[in-house]
Nanobody, 118 residues
Framework: QVQLVESGGGLVQPGGSLRLSCAAS????????MGWYRQTPGKQRELVAS?????RTNYADSMKDRFTISRDNANLYLQMNSLKPEDTAVYYC??????????????WGQGTQVTVSS
């Protein structure tokens, strides 16, 4: 069993910063990639940023100059600066994991709410 647990969401004023964290635990053999996605009501979940095992990163165009993704072993982070009201969403952690049973699949966290408002 693999679990992803996010933390760090909350209410922040426009222009402010937040740092999201995601901890992966359980029967993990290899983490192939990790990423952050976000979703607002009535819209599809969208990619924010991802990082693969060799450290290469990928960002959505609207976020690449303000957000920074990083990873430390089984922990994933998203530093979000210059936040805008349109960044308000539920942010989800995602991981492509090969378990110790050699079962490879995508895992999702429960999500953490980020609200940008004055």
């Amino acid at each position: 069993q693999v679990q992803l647990v996010e933390s760090g969401g909350g209410l922040v004023q426009p222009g402010g910063s937040l740092r999201l964290s995601c901890a992966a635990s359980g029967s993990i053999f290899v983490i192939n990639s990790m990423g952050w996605y976000r979703q607002t009501p009535g819209k599809q979940r969208e990619l924010v940023a991802s990082i693969i095992s060799d450290g290469r990163t990928n960002y959505a165009d609207s976020m690449k100059d303000r957000f920074t993704i990083s990873r430390d072993n089984a922990n994933l982070y998203l530093q979000m600066n210059s936040l805008k009201p349109e960044d308000t969403a539920v942010y989800y952690c995602n991981a492509d994991i090969l378990s110790r049973k050699l079962d490879r699949r995508d895992y999702w966290g429960q999500g953490t709410q980020v609200t940008v408002s004055s």
